[in-house]
């Protein structure tokens, strides 16, 4: 019987914690024994170095300019902090080409060499930048590659219109069965009344918030440190906040 693998886009407004948040939440997940695999559709090719301890690894995009048609598993797919499996797709030489297509690019590859197969993950976690939501950047709710969708945003004006957006974009592919917007996780930027500003903007948007993540400056400590909070801070309080949403993810897919 074939395994059943959670697909979770994570979307979101550049600077907005995205890459934080989805690294913190893969560490969680394979904290709890999980299988995850981190994919980063980001042009900048940043999103799991907090789960390689603060190194960069080489995108597919590098790779299969380097090695054409010879590239393997083993030089696109990385493993990192408690086993998570990390890819990045890395983007166009700045100012040539389209960034939306190194992502089409690296999702046809990992399909061409079996990744998830080979692998078996229970959960493929794809960060996505959420400023644009066209092209490559619609791939992973447009081409059916996952299935649910999480905004990330704080109260922030341009973050919460970001959000709307993503949110406009799911609904549209929703309607063709594609992927579900299950919440938006609000990270906090200490806004006066921002949680109530969120609350809100998301009667609009048409969701709730899955998860609180308070400003701590224990995040900025962890990054600085190459890492997750699980990783370099043992006992901090943040902690509680990522474990309580992977919980909530966990329980979500069981609906």
Do not use: W
């Not at 690019?105 to 400023?131: R, W």
């Amino acid at each position: 019987m074939e395994k059943s693998i959670r697909k979770i886009a994570i979307y979101g407004k550049g600077g907005i914690g995205k890459s934080t948040t989805t690294s913190n939440l893969s560490a969680a997940l394979a904290c709890r024994g999980y299988k995850v695999m981190q994919i980063g559709c980001d042009p900048k090719a940043d999103s799991t170095k907090n789960l390689m301890k603060g190194k960069r690894i080489p995108t597919v995009l590098e790779q299969i300019r380097d090695k054409g048609e010879d590239v393997t598993l083993e030089d696109i797919v990385f493993e990192g902090y408690h086993g998570v499996l990390c890819v990045e797709s890395g983007g166009p030489t700045p100012g040539v080409g389209c960034a939306g297509r190194g992502i089409i690019t690296a999702f046809e590859k990992l399909e061409s060499l079996n990744a998830f197969e080979i692998y078996q993950p229970d959960y493929v976690i794809y960060d996505v930048l959420g400023d644009v939501v066209c092209g490559g950047f619609a791939m992973p709710i447009r081409g059916g590659y996952a299935r649910e969708v999480y905004i990330v945003s704080s109260g922030e004006m341009m973050s919460l219109y970001a959000a709307n957006n993503i949110a406009s974009a799911i609904r549209g592919f929703g309607n063709r069965g594609y992927a579900k917007l299950k919440g938006l996780i609000l990270n906090a930027k200490n806004i006066v009344n921002e949680r109530e500003i969120v609350e809100e903007a998301l009667k609009e948007i048409g969701t709730t918030i899955t998860q609180y993540i308070p400003r701590s400056a224990d995040i900025q400590e962890a990054e600085n440190g190459g890492g997750t909070v699980f990783e370099i801070l043992e006992h901090s309080e943040m902690h509680a906040v990522y474990n309580a949403l992977a919980e909530t993810i966990i329980r979500n897919g069981a609906e």
